[in-house]
């Protein structure tokens, strides 16, 4: 908002590419920006995914740590 006019500003919208496929190929830098943001987004679910997997593994490590106590303690008891 415009403080001397108390008026919001509008904005245009000018594009850069012409078609899809200019946007695509950026002028001949489309592989290497493209491959660059695939690795990107691999990399990220690659470490949500190995995060998931460890979280399990921890949980079952748990469980089982808590199993064994409780089957220890029952030992003792008798």
Do not use: C
Request: aromatic residues 10%; proline residues 1%; hydrophobic residues 55%.
């Amino acid at each position: 908002m415009d403080s001397n006019t108390g008026q919001f500003a509008v904005m245009s919208l000018n594009f850069q590419f012409d078609s899809f496929a200019s946007f695509i190929a950026m002028a001949g830098h489309g592989p290497y920006v493209w491959a660059a943001y695939a690795i990107s987004v691999i990399s990220l679910i690659l470490i949500v995914l190995q995060a998931r997997i460890k979280r399990r593994q921890i949980a079952q490590k748990v469980a089982l740590a808590k199993l064994r106590a409780s089957q220890l303690a029952e030992t003792h008891q008798s």
